[in-house]
Every structure is written in structure tokens, then in C-alpha cells.
């Protein structure tokens, strides 16, 4: 069968083998294969037979699809993508992944070669700007542009928006690795391509992942994904290494390492790579991208300035400045959420959160990505030890194990060799610690309160420290001194009593505050000199005890809202009274530093 285009190219069709070949006129009569009969595409907007015309738009339909590998959407005009492009498509994207995130880590363990390079100190007074935004700039823009450049890469193609971004990429790497200029010009101009760089970073993080979602098939897409998410993680810790072993050589390598390998990715990626997912047509959400840009990017300028000295305090977190951008910051979002439920066709829908795996998925992805950063802060590849904070409520258990919660994100930290020992925390309730157990999650550590008090009053002791031993959980005891020491300060114990009772526990770690060098001496003084107390001695200081034990009044964290966070009760959608007494200790206690509110009197 035969069947001509407008242009002139003739096309035949097998019907022994199935296979689509075209004849171009004036080239020989030269066949090339198209396809065949498991993925036949063809390209070209007008097709007609001799008898019967087809209007065919470009790229929307797919001929003979019996058994495509590519899964999804229909591919791009003209080309038949068997079953390696999918593989093409993981490689090409997990090379992008891996230099993106390379270049995320590489400048942190070389700035002060950098620095020493172009002749400016950047601790001295009005320099250490260009020290912030040197490792910032980078970051500030990739994280306020990804979801803008996502969307642009639904409405004009995804692999278009991933190869300028390659293109981008590539050309700050080159300009970043020319640098010729010294002092605060050299400080700007670097700063100035690091976040052209940060660009071109952001259109890879932001088409990447969906150009895989086209090119897989549902069945292998998170593998496809997990090994560009393994990609990018090794990337933090390659870009480390190489900052450090490059860096002391000529501080321009470490731009320069990305430059050919930038350029073989631009060219792969334009020759192999092709637009298979449907594009969508839709108005640009421009309110939705100024509000989300203007408030991300004042939320991370203030937490920058905030770590600048300021008003002889060693940071800046007093500073109106930043304080401004913060709470200007976050009202910025709060109208960003707000107008995307208003608008027909938002940068992000918020309604997606109401899908519960959705929204346990990115609570997990956020836990994982914070693990990442604080690894790679403290310029280590694992942590000995992650805990879960603070479970206090009695449906803790059920929200832990639940899909796509954070016991998926213990189980993967832990796989992926992040973290040597995983656990939990909590002080309020036995029975919600013995809930977590009742999971049947794997827990390496369990921490708790435990002294002599606690044996008397809702009592982790009786209760929550034998199902460990039996299990061979390390028990680890936490505020021997209650908290803030006040049965000490009222006599009813010494510190050295309260001490050993609680590390004569069976437990495999005892931990207690410190708050001054002589609170530290003394505590090492009695861990140096310590003995066990005998079984007789530990019951003598449970019963003397007991009458200040039994109305909880040493051990107010298992009763009062005051050693609460907020974010534990607004994760569980409890209220926040700001009239309620113990609210207001709460948010405005000075001693609770894990509350988002440290400047707020009520």
C-alpha cells in the first residue's frame, strides 16, 4: 500500500513484515525505515492516500501500537522509539542529575581557595556577603525557579526546556572556569554565573523526572527515578571530594570539570532525546510565579542575613531587616496558596495535598531532603544515629507506619547507608511508645524519659524500658534532672543522685543538658567516679520520691502544653489557642528553640 504526502515522500506498507518505509524522491529512492508493526509513528501534519485523505496532527497519534516499550504519551513526529530509548533517556537525564547537584557541593569545600584566588577575605567586615551568596546563589534561584521552568516545560516541551538548561548550565560552567578578575569584581562576576548557573540547574531538576514519567512504562518508572534520586544524592558528596582534591590544585578546575562534560550532554540530549509527552496549551500563571519567587527568595535572603553578625550579637536573627523578609516572606506564600485555589489554571495545585500518599510522599521526600542537607553540612557521608521527634499522640503510631510516611523514610535512610541506627523520641505517654513498637518497625533506639520520679508517675521505667531489653533495643534515658533540675533546686534530690539512678538503669546511653562549664565539670565528675546503685538503693530513692512523684509536678513535660511544639499539634490538625496560658508559655518560652515563633509575644 502507498500512500503519498503533500511533500512528495512516498510511503509503503508491508504487509508481510508490518515495517513502514519511506521513499524520498530524488535521493536514489532511497528507503528509511520508520518503524514497525509494535510502534509505528508518523510525523507530518497532512497525510493522504489516493482515496481517502487522514489528517494527522503532529506527534498526536500512534499507529499500530501493539507492544510499545514507551509507555505514556505519543512520541515526537518523525522517529520510532524502540525499547532503548527509555534507557537513553535515564542515562542522559542521570548524567544532568549528577553534574547539577556535583556543582551544588563543590564550592562549599573550596571557597577559600576560591577566595584566596581572587584576592578578597571574605571573613573580614563587608565581605562575608560574597561568601553567603558564592554557596547561595546557587541554590537561592534553582529552588525558586524549578516549579515555574516544570510548568514551562508542560507548555513548550519538556526536552526542550531540559537541553536549554544543559545549554545554560554549560556556559556559566565555561565563563565561571575564565575568571580573570580579582577582588570584589571577581567576587560579583562569580557570583553573578553561579546563578546563571543555578538557572540552567533548575530547568534540569524541573523536566528531568518528567521526562522519564514519558519515556517509562508505569511499571519501571520508580526505579527510573530512584536511580537519578541516587544520582543526585551521590552528586552532593562526588561534588565534595572533587572540590576538595581539585581546588587546592587550580581553584578554576572545579568550574572547569563540568564544562566538557556539559557539552557532550547538550549535544547527546538534543540528538537523542525527544518530546514524547502531550504538550498542554494553558496561560502562564504569572501573579502564581511572582508571589512564590518573591516569597521564596525573601525567606532564603533573610535566613542568609540571619547568619550574619549584627548589633554586636554573633548572628543576625534580630535584625529588622531579616526579620522583615522572613514574616514578609512567609505572608507571601500564605497569599501564594491562597490565589492558586482562586485561579482556573495554577502554577501548582494545592489540592493535590489533600491526596493523602501525595502528601505523606513529599513530608518523607522533605525528611530525606534534610537529611541530605545536614550531611552534607557537616561534611560527612551518615549520621549514627535518626530519631522521630517527639511522638506524643495516640494516633503517632498509626501516622508513622503509614505509606509513603516517615517510617519508609527511616527504612531508605537506612538502606541507602545515610544513617547507621534509626528511632524515636517522645516524653508524654507509655502507652504511645509502646504503640510504636506495636508497628513492628525494625527500631534501633528508642529515647525516653527516666528517673527516679518517672518510676512513680506514668512511667516509661515500668512500662516502655522492659519491652526494649526484651526486644534489644538500646534504651536511651533523657532528663535524669527533669528537664530544668527543679527537684534538685528544691532539695529533694542531688544531682549526683538523680545521675547515677539514671544511669544505673539498664539503659545503653544516659543523656542530660548542660548549660554552663561548671554544670559540664560536675557532670564529669560523677560519670568518672560512678557506681551503680544497688537494687536496695535504687527502691530508697523511688520511695522518698514517691509523694513529690505523684501529681506530676517534676515532670511537667508529660502534662503541659508548655514542651510542646507547635508544628506536632498542627500536623495532627489540633487547634492553637494563643489565649490559652500554656500556649503562650509554649510559643514564647525561651528555652523551646524548636517553635517557628522565637520572636513572638503573645
Known amino acids: 500500500m502507498n500512500l503519498t504526502l503533500q511533500n512528495g515522500f512516498v510511503f509503503h506498507i508491508s504487509p508481510e513484515c508490518g515495517a513502514l518505509r519511506a521513499a524520498v524522491p530524488g535521493r536514489g529512492r532511497r528507503a528509511y525505515a520508520l518503524g514497525d508493526a509494535h510502534s509505528v509513528l508518523l510525523s507530518h501534519r497532512w497525510l493522504r492516500t489516493s482515496k481517502y485523505p487522514l489528517s494527522?496532527?503532529?506527534?498526536?497519534?500512534?499507529l499500530m501500537t501493539a507492544n510499545s516499550e514507551v509507555a505514556g504519551a505519543p512520541a515526537q513526529a518523525g522517529r520510532a522509539l524502540g525499547p532503548r530509548y527509555k534507557w537513553i533517556a535515564l542515562s542522559n537525564t542521570t548524567l544532568g542529575m549528577l553534574m547539577a547537584t556535583i556543582n551544588q557541593s563543590i564550592v562549599l569545600i573550596a571557597l577559600p581557595d576560591i577566595f584566596r584566588g581572587i584576592g578578597l577575605n571574605p571573613l573580614s567586615p563587608g565581605n562575608t556577603s560574597y561568601l553567603l551568596w558564592m554557596f547561595m546563589g546557587f541554590l537561592v534561584v534553582s529552588?525558586?525557579?524549578?516549579?515555574?521552568?516544570?510548568?514551562?516545560?508542560?507548555?513548550?516541551?519538556?526536552?526542550?526546556?531540559?537541553?536549554?538548561?544543559?545549554?545554560?548550565?554549560?556556559?556559566?560552567?565555561?565563563?565561571?572556569?575564565?575568571?580573570?578578575?580579582?577582588?570584589?569584581?571577581?567576587?560579583?562576576?562569580?557570583?553573578?554565573?553561579?546563578?546563571?548557573?543555578?538557572?540552567?540547574?533548575?530547568?534540569?531538576?524541573?523536566?528531568?523526572?518528567?521526562?522519564?514519567?514519558?519515556?517509562?512504562?508505569?511499571?519501571q518508572r520508580g526505579t527510573a527515578l530512584g536511580l537519578t534520586s541516587i544520582a543526585a544524592i551521590a552528586g552532593s558528596f562526588i561534588?565534595?571530594?572533587?572540590?576538595?582534591?581539585?581546588?587546592?590544585?587550580?581553584?578554576?578546575?572545579?568550574?572547569?570539570?563540568?564544562?566538557?562534560?556539559?557539552?557532550?550532554?547538550?549535544?547527546?540530549?538534543?540528538?537523542?532525546?525527544?518530546?514524547?509527552?502531550?504538550?498542554?496549551?494553558?496561560?502562564?500563571?504569572?501573579?502564581?510565579?511572582?508571589?512564590?519567587?518573591?516569597?521564596?527568595?525573601?525567606?532564603?535572603?533573610?535566613?542568609?542575613?540571619?547568619?550574619?553578625?549584627?548589633?554586636?550579637?554573633?548572628?543576625?536573627?534580630?535584625?529588622?531587616?531579616?526579620?522583615?523578609?522572613?514574616?514578609?516572606?512567609?505572608?507571601?506564600?500564605?497569599?501564594?496558596?491562597?490565589?492558586?485555589?482562586?485561579?482556573?489554571?495554577?502554577?501548582?495545585?494545592?489540592?493535590?495535598?489533600?491526596?493523602?500518599?501525595?502528601?505523606?510522599?513529599?513530608?518523607?521526600?522533605?525528611?530525606?531532603?534534610?537529611?541530605?542537607?545536614?550531611?552534607?553540612?557537616?561534611?560527612?557521608?551518615?549520621?549514627?544515629?535518626?530519631?522521630?521527634?517527639?511522638?506524643?499522640?495516640?494516633?503517632?503510631?498509626?501516622?508513622?507506619?503509614?505509606?509513603?510516611?516517615?517510617?519508609?523514610a527511616l527504612e531508605k535512610a537506612k538502606k541507602d547507608g545515610k544513617v547507621r541506627f534509626v528511632g524515636f523520641t517522645g516524653h508524654h505517654n507509655a502507652k504511645v511508645h509502646l504503640g510504636m513498637l506495636q508497628t513492628g518497625f525494625p527500631f534501633d533506639a528508642v529515647q525516653m524519659p527516666l528517673n527516679a520520679f518517672d518510676a512513680n508517675f506514668k512511667s516509661f521505667e515500668r512500662q516502655v524500658l522492659p519491652e526494649l531489653n526484651k526486644r534489644g533495643i538500646a534504651?536511651?534515658?533523657?532528663?535524669?534532672?527533669?528537664?530544668?533540675?527543679?527537684?534538685?533546686?528544691?532539695?529533694?534530690?542531688?544531682?549526683?543522685?538523680?545521675?547515677?539512678?539514671?544511669?544505673?538503669?539498664?539503659?545503653?546511653?544516659?543523656?542530660?543538658?548542660?548549660?554552663?562549664?561548671?554544670?559540664?565539670?560536675?557532670?564529669?565528675?560523677?560519670?568518672?567516679?560512678?557506681?551503680?546503685?544497688?537494687?536496695?538503693?535504687?527502691?530508697?530513692?523511688?520511695?522518698?520520691?514517691?509523694?513529690?512523684?505523684?501529681?506530676?509536678?517534676?515532670?511537667?513535660?508529660?502534662?503541659?502544653?508548655?514542651?510542646?511544639?507547635?508544628?506536632?499539634?498542627?500536623?495532627h490538625d489540633f487547634p492553637l489557642d494563643t489565649e490559652q496560658s500554656e500556649v503562650k508559655d509554649m510559643l514564647g518560652a525561651q528555652q523551646n528553640t524548636g517553635h517557628p515563633f522565637p520572636e513572638k509575644q503573645f
Open 143 to 219: 529552588a525558586v525557579l524549578v516549579v515555574s521552568f516544570g510548568r514551562l516545560g508542560d507548555m513548550f516541551g519538556r526536552v526542550r526546556m531540559y537541553n536549554l538548561g544543559f545549554a545554560v548550565f554549560t556556559v556559566a560552567s565555561i565563563f565561571l572556569a575564565v575568571t580573570w578578575m580579582h577582588g570584589v569584581p571577581g567576587a560579583l562576576w562569580l557570583i553573578i554565573w553561579r546563578i546563571v548557573q543555578g538557572i540552567g540547574g533548575a530547568f534540569l531538576f524541573a523536566n528531568s523526572a518528567a521526562i522519564l514519567t514519558d519515556a517509562f512504562p508505569a511499571n
Open 56 to 62: 494527522l496532527r503532529w506527534g498526536a497519534h500512534r
Open 239 to 408: 561534588g565534595l571530594i572533587l572540590g576538595g582534591v581539585l581546588a587546592p590544585i587550580n581553584w578554576h578546575l572545579i568550574f572547569l570539570v563540568s564544562a566538557p562534560v556539559g557539552a557532550f550532554g547538550t549535544v547527546w540530549a538534543y540528538f537523542m532525546l525527544h518530546d514524547i509527552g502531550v504538550r498542554k496549551h494553558a496561560q502562564m500563571d504569572w501573579w502564581g510565579n511572582l508571589l512564590f519567587a518573591a516569597g521564596l527568595i525573601a525567606i532564603l535572603v533573610g535566613i542568609t542575613y540571619g547568619l550574619l553578625p549584627y548589633g554586636g550579637h554573633p548572628m543576625g536573627w534580630t535584625n529588622p531587616w531579616v526579620l522583615t523578609a522572613l514574616f514578609g516572606g512567609l505572608a507571601l506564600l500564605v497569599v501564594f496558596v491562597y490565589f492558586e485555589t482562586r485561579v482556573a489554571e495554577p502554577l501548582f495545585r494545592i489540592s493535590l495535598f489533600k491526596i493523602r500518599p501525595f502528601a505523606y510522599g513529599n513530608i518523607a521526600n522533605l525528611a530525606l531532603s534534610m537529611l541530605e542537607e545536614s550531611l552534607r553540612r557537616l561534611q560527612t557521608d551518615h549520621l549514627d544515629l535518626w530519631q522521630v521527634h517527639g511522638m506524643a499522640f495516640d494516633n503517632d503510631p498509626a501516622l508513622f507506619i503509614r505509606p509513603k510516611g516517615a517510617a519508609e
Open 475 to 571: 534504651a536511651l534515658g533523657m532528663k535524669p534532672l527533669n528537664g530544668h533540675g527543679e527537684a534538685i533546686k528544691n532539695g529533694v534530690v542531688t544531682a549526683e543522685e538523680a545521675l547515677r539512678y539514671a544511669m544505673s538503669l539498664p539503659v545503653a546511653t544516659t543523656i542530660t543538658g548542660m548549660d554552663s562549664l561548671e554544670v559540664l565539670h560536675q557532670n564529669l565528675q560523677i560519670a568518672q567516679n560512678f557506681k551503680p546503685f544497688s537494687d536496695s538503693q535504687m527502691q530508697e530513692l523511688r520511695d522518698r520520691c514517691k509523694p513529690d512523684a505523684a501529681d506530676g509536678r517534676y515532670e511537667l513535660y508529660k502534662l503541659s502544653l508548655k514542651f510542646d511544639n507547635p508544628e506536632a499539634r498542627l500536623a
